[in-house]
C-alpha cells in the first residue's frame, strides 16, 4: 500500500487566525484512479479542530474536501475533549451529530453519548480487550 503524507504550512486557510496555520495532507490508494483524502487542521497545542474527507478525487493533491469532524476541546487537562461534531450529509456544516466525551478521574475517555444522553460508544481500557472500543 502506497501512503502520502505531507504536512503544509497553510497561508490562507480559514484557521489561519487560530494556531500555527498547520495541515497535515493524508492520501491512501482507493482503486484504481481514485484516492481517499484526509487533512487535519490543528491549534498550537497539536489537538485536532477538523478533520477533512474527500473520496474519490483522481488527483490526490486537487481535492474537493468537506468537513468531516470539528472537535472541541477542554481546559481542565492536557488532552481532555469536550465534544465531537460530525457532517454526514454535503452542506459541509459538522451539525448533523453531536457527542460529548465522558471520562474517569484519569482522563480516560470512557464513553461517547449523544445529545438526549444515551451511550453510543464505549472506551474499554486495552487491558481488557482486543479492539478496546464498542460501538452500541
Known amino acids: 500500500m502506497v501512503v502520502l503524507a505531507n504536512t503544509y504550512l497553510c497561508r490562507n486557510d480559514p484557521y489561519g487566525q487560530a ?34 474527507y474527500d ?3 483522481s488527483d490526490p493533491t486537487e481535492t474537493n474536501l468537506q468537513p468531516n469532524y470539528q472537535y472541541v476541546w477542554g481546559l481542565r487537562y492536557i488532552d481532555a475533549p469536550v465534544l465531537r461534531d460530525e457532517n454526514i450529509d454535503d452542506d ?13 478521574a484519569n482522563f480516560n475517555i470512557t464513553a461517547l453519548v449523544n445529545r438526549s444522553g444515551t451511550v453510543v460508544e464505549r472506551c474499554i481500557p486495552a487491558c481488557l480487550s482486543k479492539t478496546g472500543r464498542y460501538a452500541l
Do not use: M
Open 55 to 57: 473520496s474519490g478525487p
Open 92 to 104: 459541509n456544516l459538522c451539525d448533523d451529530e453531536r457527542l460529548f466525551y465522558l471520562n474517569d
Open 19 to 52: 494556531g500555527l496555520r498547520r495541515r497535515i495532507h493524508k492520501a491512501t490508494p482507493k482503486g484504481g484512479s481514485e484516492w481517499h483524502v484526509w487533512a487535519y487542521y490543528y491549534d498550537t497545542s497539536w489537538w485536532v479542530l477538523e478533520e477533512q
